[in-house]
């Protein structure tokens, strides 16, 4: 039998993000794509049609091509919000480059960012102006227009170079509606390099990450034959969305399935947002998901019923081996805590400990784990609904091979990956490139080994690895998580 699933878009592949736009329009218009509110405090919730959505990139869009910046460079620099995705897709379809930064990083970072990728504009969150002034008066970047995604009352930036987005949101309207055409006569290069991403690190040894269209939307297919995801789903999304992890598989692959998108109002929002968004799922890193079901635990165990759960766990994993599934009702009460639509987790970017994988399973929570990186726009790998083990990430996606470079008597080694979601390459850096590409392979960087049953696993870092004076290889990653499952350890961290 298959690992993989026949079929979600009824067979149809996206070659670009205008196909994707378009899937927007002709299938999920009269649909919310999302939902938000103003402020944390706020009880109206704000709620925004596909409709309403395509409307506002294509007029975005328009207003950025009358301003000249077809085949230049955007940067895009806010939290997570509504005018963070129009911007992306707007300044994608109409050929246009996009630079999604760290919405953390700290000034002098985000300075060094902007000369370095040579952007000629940036959208921007009104929290990000009085850098962005700076930047202007310093006159030491490509930069010659400013879009603030929020009206100001003021700023030193020249009127000639300072936008508003809804201004241009605006003006791009009245563009379109009267004829003006420049966006539906773009035809975009889908293998183009469209995405730069700096990776982590300082900005003196980051690198610049180039992905093309079809890099990432070759990435959405191959999830949606891996991840039953439906357009009645609500996920939230808290991760930053200039990370590909969020921004392919909450943003782009989720919305391609028509769900809605909830915007987070902070992290110590999420259980409140759960519940009030009545959220379906949603993409998490594996410590949040740890703390969320050690919380779990604690409020059983303060009720005093940790051994009742533990029975009627073991009862339910019982009756599932007959086809019989009763978690939801057995175990409503906590699930009610999370708003009670909660049916799908998806956790990547570190490993994961098994107790807090099988603990939300058996609470009729389907988590799934997966596994990529920025350069494979970026998942890799990953677990579906019936094909899971313990410890692992998962099958290679659907046209991704994955091969382990010179496994040792462990059968461990370098993951290497080769398919269509692999980069370009790095910007301007020649030399990393080659350190990585190698033949069309792609050398991750990470170790791991595939079971008998072909389920990856990864073991850590090949930079990491300990090397005793016997040769015996230890791979602190799993010394941690096996550290880390003590009851009176927090965090711990295994050196040299």
């Known amino acids: 039998m298959s690992k993989y699933r026949d079929k979600l878009y009824e067979g149809e592949t996206l070659r670009d993000f205008r196909e994707l736009v378009v899937r927007y329009e002709s299938r999920f218009s009269n649909k919310p794509a999302f939902i938000y509110k103003k402020d944390p405090k706020a009880t109206e919730h704000i709620s925004i049609l596909y409709s309403q959505f395509v ?48 919405k953390s990083l700290p000034n002098n970072e985000i300075k060094s960012l902007i000369i370095r990728s040579k952007a000629d504009a940036v ?36 009127s000639n ?21 420049s966006y539906e006569d773009i035809v975009l290069n889908p293998n183009k390099v469209s995405i730069l991403l700096f990776t982590s690190g300082t900005t003196a040894i980051s690198k610049c990450v180039g992905l093309s269209q079809a890099n990432i939307c070759s990435d959405i297919y191959a999830l949606s034959q891996m991840t039953d995801i439906r357009k009645e789903d609500v996920f939230l999304s808290f991760l930053p969305l200039h990370h590909t992890f969020e921004s392919t598989c909450t943003f782009l692959y989720g919305t391609s399935c028509g769900i809605t998108v909830a915007f987070c109002d902070g992290l110590k929002y999420v259980q409140k947002n ?19 079901y050690k919380k779990i635990e604690k409020g059983v165990a303060e009720q005093g019923k940790t ?20 978690r939801s009702k057995v175990f409503k009460e906590i699930l009610n805590q999370f708003g009670g639509k909660l049916h799908t987790l998806i956790a990547g970017g570190a490993p994961m400990n098994k107790e807090t994988v099988q603990g939300f399973v058996d609470l009729g929570i389907n988590l799934l784990q997966g596994y990529g990186l920025t350069e494979t726009s970026p998942v890799v790998a990953g677990e579906n609904d019936k094909f899971k083990r313990a410890g692992s990430v998962g099958f290679p996606l659907p046209g991704i091979t994955v091969q382990i470079d010179h496994p ?82 927090a965090e711990s961290m295994v050196y040299g």
Not at 56 to 79: Q, R, W
Not at 123 to 152: A, G, H, R
Not at 412 to 431: A, H, L, R, S
């Open 161 to 181: 170079h300072f936008f508003t987005y809804s201004s241009l949101v605006e003006k791009g309207r009245k563009l379109y509606l009267s004829g003006n055409m």
């Open 123 to 158: 959208i921007f969150d009104s929290k990000y102006l009085p850098i962005f002034e700076e930047i202007d008066t310093e006159n030491t970047s490509s930069l010659t227009q400013y879009i603030c995604m929020d009206e100001v009352l003021s700023t030193n930036i020249s």
């Open 274 to 292: 759960l519940i009030e968004f009545q959220i379906t799922g949603f993409v998490g890193v594996p410590l949040m998901l740890e703390v969320m």
């Open 307 to 326: 051994k009742l759960v533990k029975m009627m766990r073991k009862v339910c994993n019982f009756l599932l081996k007959f086809g019989i599934d009763i």
């Open 408 to 489: 040792d008597q462990d059968d461990i080694g370098e993951i290497m990956v080769k398919g269509p979601t692999v980069m370009k390459g790095y910007i301007d850096n020649e030399e990393a490139t080659k350190e990585v590409l190698k033949d069309g392979w792609f050398y991750t960087g990470d170790l791991g080994r595939f079971d008998k049953d072909g389920f990856l696993f990864i073991t850590g870092r090949k930079k990491d690895v300990i090397v005793l004076k016997n040769g015996k290889n230890i791979f602190p990653e799993e010394l941690e998580i096996l550290i880390n499952s003590l009851p009176y350890v």
């Open 55 to 102: 409307q506002d990139i294509k007029s975005l869009a328009t207003s950025l091509l009358d301003m000249g910046l077809e085949n230049k460079k955007v940067a895009l620099i806010a939290p997570n919000r509504y005018e963070w995705c129009v911007s992306y897709l707007a300044v994608t379809t109409a050929n246009i480059t996009i630079i999604p930064l760290d």
